[in-house]
């Protein structure tokens, strides 16, 4: 909860999910729906560090929404939200195993009163003690992409992004689990995809395709099979390097029409050249425009166009003095414990001439993917 605060006064577009609300199971047959999912991981963002406390969390609907005029759809996410049961491994009251079932939701409101305008409208919800229970218990956490959760077209994909970014930083960042267990953690219904082969085309291949686009992680899959059958599957969650960390970034600023194309690398290039301006009439016309912007206008633009980026460019000398705080930080935070100067000087080998090219946000990914591979690849020192 103490991340999630600070994540939540950073602003950007990173929140955290406690560690038990990711490996929660769904009820045998139940599921979330992806607008439904969405829709938890917002509330979870919402709220923030006070989601583990008794009180009530308020939403704008067009947060919600993203471009949907009607409400409608709402309605159908807070009342799924509702039915959907998940389970627990627990211990009865004379102490033997037994499974617990429960709701992550314990009530919502939601105001039906336009007359401020549908953009006005806000809804209400409260965490059941069970949901809050898990999130206070929570030692670990996911680091979520905002952009990311609402890019999916995918529920199961949705679903392990989540495990996913829950064991990216662990020593060991795999998940193990047999069919059952598989089912259980996406939410496949037990009458859905039976044949591997069509769970394998259906679920897990489209999962990869979305997760290595849109995600600061790549995924792969190892299947252990018991003559021809297959028991269990392992999946190991691969850091991007730094620029394929770029393109990922570039990708979640793009609009989603067209992403499926770009993944298939099926899209058509084309190339516009510049316009010229044949008649006299028509430059008198561009230069007197010009002539008569506002100074203060012209004053602002320049401004705007001198502005130096947030974040950049990297630093050719030593990340240790105070200067380089933020460099240093990230370092710090995703280097696993190596130190922070010789990645750096690994990072500037690695990158070339393209990092004099980078500042702002594309460079505090890419240096923070590259960070991250740098573990995964030589592990802890």
């Known amino acids: 909860m103490r991340v999630a605060r600070a994540l939540v006064n950073k602003g950007g577009s990173e929140f955290a999910k406690p560690g038990k609300l990711v490996e929660v199971r769904f009820v045998k047959g139940q599921s979330l729906s992806l607008t439904a999912s969405r829709l938890l991981a917002l509330m979870i963002l919402t709220a923030g560090g006070d989601a583990w406390q008794e009180t009530t969390h308020k939403m704008r609907k067009a947060d919600i929404r993203r471009g949907h005029k009607g409400n409608e759809r709402i309605t159908d996410m807070l009342e799924e939200l509702h039915r959907t049961l998940f389970s627990e491994d627990d211990l009865s009251w004379r102490g033997k195993k037994a499974t617990k079932r429960f709701p992550l939701i314990q009530m919502s409101r939601e105001e039906t009163d336009d007359e401020d305008g549908p953009e006005a409208g806000w809804i209400e919800w409260e965490f059941t003690q069970d949901a809050r229970r898990l999130i206070q218990e ?3 956490y996911a680091v979520l992409n905002r952009q990311a959760v609402l890019g999916f077209r995918s529920s199961y994909a949705l679903r392990l992004y989540e495990m996913g970014a ?19 953690a996406l939410g496949i219904g ?10 394998r085309r259906k679920v897990l291949e489209v999962a990869k395709a979305e997760i290595d686009q849109l995600a600061h992680f790549r995924v792969e899959w190892r299947e252990i099979r018991q003559g021809r059958t297959v028991a269990e599957l392992e999946f190991r969650f691969i ?5 394929a960390q770029i393109a990922t970034v570039d990708e979640l600023e793009r609009h989603s029409a067209g992403r499926q194309a770009r993944r298939d690398d099926t899209v058509e290039m084309v190339t516009i050249g510049p316009v010229p301006l044949e008649s006299p009439i028509e430059r008198g016309i561009v230069r007197s425009v010009a002539a008569a912007l506002p100074a203060s206008l012209r004053a602002a633009a320049d401004a705007h166009a001198s502005a130096k980026p947030a974040l950049g460019p990297f630093p050719s ?12 930080t990230i370092a710090l935070s995703y280097g696993g414990g190596w130190d922070v100067d010789m990645i750096a000087t690994a990072y500037r080998e690695s990158m070339g001439d393209r990092l004099s090219k980078l500042t702002g946000q594309k460079l505090r990914a890419s240096w923070r993917g590259f960070c991250e591979s740098w573990v995964a690849r030589r592990g802890r020192p």
Request: charged content about 35%.
């Open 239 to 243: 850091a991007k390097d730094a620029p």
């Open 166 to 184: 829950l064991r990216i930083h662990r020593r060991q960042s795999t998940w193990k689990g047999d069919m059952t267990a598989l089912r259980a």
């Open 190 to 199: 037990p009458d859905v995809y039976k044949d591997f082969a069509q769970l």
């Open 317 to 328: 000398g030593s990340l240790r003095f105070g200067s380089e705080e933020e460099f240093r």
């Open 138 to 140: 929570s030692e670990s």
